[in-house]
């Protein structure tokens, strides 16, 4: 079984920063990657940001140049520093993993809302 610990969300002004913060813990030998995913309401979910064990890092278009992911895999622990945060930004943000087999686990989700 695999266990996350999410923090950092919260409600903030346009333009403004969040830290999101991921520990995952359990039955975890090893892993391929980890990320951050996001569902609005009304929409998809999308990956946000994903980072590799070796540091390759990918993001969504949309946040290019304002979201920064970082990782200690050691500590499986997964980080997003959101900058310049924008309403359509609003959304619930998930942590997720993916193991070495390629399955996805997933934590239960950080509630993130940009508005005035």
């Known amino acids: 079984q695999v266990k996350f610990v999410e923090s950092g969300g919260g409600l903030v002004q346009p333009g403004g920063s969040l830290r999101l913060s991921c520990a995952a813990s359990?039955?975890?030998?090893?892993?391929?990657?980890m990320g951050w995913y996001r569902q609005g309401p009304g929409k998809e979910r999308e990956l946000v940001a994903s980072i590799t064990r070796g540091g390759t890092t990918s993001y969504v278009n949309s946040v290019k140049g304002r979201f920064t992911i970082s990782m200690d895999k050691a500590k499986k622990e997964v980080y997003l520093q959101m900058n310049n945060l924008k309403p359509e930004d609003t959304a619930v943000y998930l942590c997720?993993?993916?193991?070495?087999?390629?399955?996805?686990?997933w934590g239960q989700g950080t509630q993130v809302t940009v508005s005035s």
């Open positions: 359990g039955s975890i030998f090893s892993f391929n990657a």
């Open positions: 997720n993993l993916r193991d070495t087999l390629d399955l996805n686990y």
